[in-house]
T-cell receptor, first 116, second 109 residues
């Protein structure tokens, strides 16, 4: 079964450092997402990406965050200068399109970010 | 605006039933239900696209009341494997899902 792949599975970084989280969405999917989950809390939307540009973003997704699709397969989330409160599990997700059955989000296994 | 889930937590004995509710203050285009095991990614359970739609998957089913802007997830004859956190995700005809706060379900033997 096709899956969304995320790397690294866990990253530990010092406050103020830049971090890049990588995702390989399902190959024929068109919409890509980043969500964040602070330990024990709900899954929070960060950003959606379609047709090589951001389509929606939340208040959490401030100037410290950026996303890119540098080639045909990877989808990255960059945090420029990490803060302690950025510690969370970051989930990448993708979905196919607008037709029925293609609305389902498939999540990756997540990248745990720990900021010290 | 995120949907509201209730209850926040449920403890069941194996074989008991549970209902998890999800309501939104905005009109809903669709409702998605996911289950998340500890330390894992959310896993898709089902999607409801039309008002009045009901779906079932094994002993887990859901309904969608478009007028009331709410959905319910029904777990019957619960099994140990049902334990986890259940999230509803609502789609307001935008491009993303907004998740509720989650309902922690624990099934005990």
């Amino acid at each position: 079964e096709p899956e969304v792949t995320q790397t690294p599975s866990h990253q530990v970084t010092q406050m103020g450092q830049e971090v890049i989280l990588r995702c390989v969405p399902i190959s024929n999917h068109l919409y890509f997402y980043w969500y964040r989950q602070i330990l024990g809390q709900k899954v929070e939307f960060l950003v959606s990406f379609y047709n090589n540009e951001i389509s929606e973003k939340s208040e959490i997704f401030d100037d410290q965050f950026s996303v890119e699709r540098p080639d045909g397969s990877n989808f990255t989330l960059k945090i420029r200068s990490t803060k302690l409160e950025d510690s969370a599990m970051y989930f990448c997700a993708s979905r196919g399109g607008s037709s029925s059955g293609a609305n389902v989000l498939t999540f990756g296994a997540g990248s745990r970010l720990t900021v010290l | 605006q995120q949907p509201v889930q209730s209850p926040q937590a449920v403890i069941l004995r194996e074989g008991e039933d549970a209902v998890i509710n999800c309501s939104s203050s905005k009109a809903l285009y669709s409702v998605h239900w996911y289950r998340q095991k500890h330390g894992e990614a959310p896993v898709f359970l089902m999607i409801l696209l039309k008002g009045g739609e009901q779906k079932g998957h094994d002993k887990i089913s859901a309904s969608f009341n478009e007028k009331k802007q709410q959905s319910s997830l029904y777990l019957t004859a619960s099994q140990l494997s049902y334990s986890g956190t259940y999230f509803c995700g609502t789609d307001n005809a935008g491009n993303m899902l907004t998740f509720g706060g989650g309902t922690r379900l624990m099934v005990k033997p």
